[in-house]
Nanobody
Framework: VQLQASGGGLVQPGGSLRLSCAVDGYTFSRYALGWFRQAPGKEREFVAA???????IYGDPVKGRFTISRDNGKNTVYLQMNRLKYEDTAVYYC??????????????WGQGTLVTVSS
């Protein structure tokens, strides 16, 4: 199983960033995919998840600002983040599992990518 997250970086408040997670074909075709984030000193938090058929769910802090999508041709899941806020600063992780909002619902995790929102 392979999940490789990328796209993190430094962005100003109000800006946008797109994260990508490249997934191996077997995992991509059999699991829902999710994004979580973890800020320093805090627990890992659910951000968004998308089912195999494309249905998506979002955590309350990001609703209306973030969009999750999956490209079946590239075995990649994306997280488009708009109107970023200071409190979005965290390490973002992609994961494969059952599309739940809980960490325990995901069996496989990629390495994190750091998003820093700062002026």
């Amino acid at each position: 199983v392979q999940l490789q997250a990328s796209g993190g970086g430094l962005v100003q408040p109000g800006g946008s960033l797109r994260l990508s997670c490249a997934v191996d074909g077997y995992t991509f075709s059999r699991y829902a995919l999710g994004w979580f984030r973890q800020a320093p000193g805090k627990e890992r938090e659910f951000v968004a998840a998308i089912a195999i058929y494309g249905g998506s769910i979002y955590g309350d802090p990001v609703k209306g600002r973030f969009t999750i999508s999956r490209d079946n041709g590239k075995n990649t899941v994306y997280l488009q983040m708009n109107r970023l806020k200071y409190e979005d600063t965290a390490v973002y992780y992609c994961a494969a599992g059952d599309r739940s909002t809980n960490v325990e619902g995901y069996d496989y995790w990629g390495q994190g990518t750091l998003v820093t929102v700062s002026s």
